[in-house]
């Protein structure tokens, strides 16, 4: 059964794909990458990766969503331009950029194979210790908060820093008050005189 | 979308709940999926919705951007602090064995307070760049 529902899902995720490559109308394009998020978090389901398919589905479905189409909204773009001529380039880097990857997961150990080398050093000790040394059930939130604590606070400042580099690019004007724009181009004049 | 009454009543009834899963999924994500990050996600998808239903003027009243940029902050500082008073306790940076009264009461305090720093900052940061995005004049 759950042989069957892989397929299925990676079926409908090719379809959304392939239907993203065909479609010229950017707000379909959108709302299939959506779908096509939803239908990974899907299959993360299935893989037993909950915590994963959880920000999948918020992040990749829901926010990243909504972004795109805040961003068709300011760019007032409907259509994706058609500026290709010759189409051969681009195919033939497309062809073996994919012939690499698959390639490269000739290597790859079988989903989940006790020998892999992810499956082998750390993550032994992890499942066995950390129930002794965090005392949570949740092995994921133990390893992301504690054990690689210090991982989570760069990621928090990458998120961080996303916010500042939007507020410096977008940010101020036109939501913010009135003053804190007349204070932003009194500063950009004073510049200028300088 | 004002006008679509609809739309409007229902928002209205989801925001609380969509409030409520966030802070579950925060504040549980010890013991089953989820975590600060995507509670932070979660929680700024429902100032999102009203946003997108009443418009951003109105989002910005419940939620100022002086507000959201302190909450940005905040919580990238609260994490740090964390680690800091890892230190301060005689241990390490980010070293939560210290702060409680046995190793396993300090990883737990360590752990809440670490995820509800993302979370504050996740949030806070979606919110942020959702109402840039969506308040420049189109």
Known sequence: MAGFLDVVILV????????????????GVVILSGIFSLLAASFYVLLAAVDVAFTE??????????????????????????HINN?????????????????????????????????????QRFIEQSGAEIGIPNIVTSILASYRGYDTLGETFVIFTAAIGVLTLLGRGRTGNKAEVKQISSLETDGEKE | MKHFSVLRVISKLMIPVILLFALYVQFHGDFGPGGGFQAGVI??????LYALIFGVHYARKVIPSSAT???LSFGVILYTAVGIA?????GNFLDYNVLGQNNIAGQHIGILLVELGVGITVAATMITVFFVFAGQES
């Open chain 1, 57 to 82: 589905a918020s992040v990749g479905a829901g926010i990243s969503t909504l972004l795109m189409l805040a961003t068709l909204a300011i760019t007032h773009q409907k259509k994706e331009k058609q």
């Open chain 1, 12 to 27: 409908l995720m090719s379809v959304t794909a392939f239907s993203i490559l065909r479609s010229r109308n950017l707000f």
């Open chain 2, 43 to 48: 929680f700024a998808s429902a100032f999102i």
């Open chain 1, 87 to 123: 189409p051969i380039m681009p195919i033939i880097v497309v062809l073996v950029t994919g012939a690499a990857l698959v390639y490269g997961t000739l290597d790859m150990p079988l989903y989940g194979d006790i020998n892999a080398p992810s499956n082998q050093y750390l993550i």
């Open chain 2, 86 to 90: 890892g230190i301060i306790f005689g």
């Open chain 2, 69 to 71: 940029r302190i909450l």
